[in-house]
């Protein structure tokens, strides 16, 4: 019997999310991320647990950089799929349902959450974190009536 994980049926692919970070960052044509200069070429590959990510050479400075060089994406132990997963979701769901979801631990998406977050909007702050919280059935005592001694 296949024991199947539905959550894991929306996980992007690696290998498509790779494709993804390429067009966006570069458009087709890979550009040093130290000196922005397109006079690289193919310097071999490198594998990040079942994915090959296409390393480069620039031939201006002479450094070697993949397309997650200085990007959220190269900090981070999860997959590309995981990542692109939670980038999505976390907008409207928590930490905690997002590592549910994925079967992984809840520290390990926060990280990764902060770290998006600071990307995006400069530093994380309590500020930048506070939001309208609806609460429902709230009980609240509008009297003294039925206490002891009243």
Same mark, same amino acid.
């Given at each position: 019997?296949?024991?199947?994980?539905?959550?894991?049926?929306?996980? $992007?692919?690696?290998?498509?999310? #790779?494709?993804?970070? =390429? =067009?966006?960052?570069?458009?087709?044509? $890979?550009? !040093? $991320?130290?000196?922005? &200069?397109?006079?690289? %070429?193919?310097?071999?590959?490198?594998?990040?647990? &079942?994915?090959?990510?296409?390393?480069? %050479?620039?031939?201006? !400075?002479?450094?070697?950089?993949? $397309?997650?060089?200085?990007?959220?994406? /190269?900090? *981070?132990?999860? &997959? #590309?799929?995981?990542?692109?997963?939670?980038? +999505? *979701?976390?907008? *409207?769901?928590?930490?905690?349902?997002?590592?549910?979801?994925?079967? #992984?631990?809840? %520290?390990?998406?926060?990280?990764?959450? +902060?770290?998006?977050? /600071?990307?995006?909007?400069?530093?994380?702050?309590?500020? +930048? #974190? !506070?939001?309208?919280?609806?609460?429902?059935?709230?009980?609240?005592? &509008?009297? /003294?009536?039925?206490? +002891?001694?009243?």
């Amino acid at each position: 019997m296949i024991v199947l994980d539905i959550n894991r049926l929306f996980v $992007p692919r690696d290998e498509d999310c #790779l494709k993804v970070i =390429e =067009e966006i960052r570069w458009g087709g044509q $890979p550009a !040093c $991320p130290y000196c922005n &200069s397109t006079n690289v %070429k193919r310097n071999g590959t490198y594998q990040r647990e &079942s994915l090959i990510v296409p390393r480069y %050479k620039c031939n201006n !400075c002479g450094k070697t950089f993949s $397309p997650l060089t200085g990007t959220v994406f /190269e900090r *981070h132990k999860l &997959s #590309l799929g995981e990542m692109f997963y939670i980038i +999505k *979701h976390m907008v *409207h769901m928590s930490a905690n349902e997002i590592a549910s979801d994925l079967n #992984l631990d809840y %520290k390990t998406v926060e990280n990764f959450v +902060k770290d998006v977050m /600071e990307i995006a909007h400069g530093a994380v702050s309590i500020e +930048k #974190l !506070c939001a309208i919280i609806e609460i429902d059935e709230i009980y609240v005592n &509008s009297g /003294e009536k039925g206490k +002891k001694g009243v």
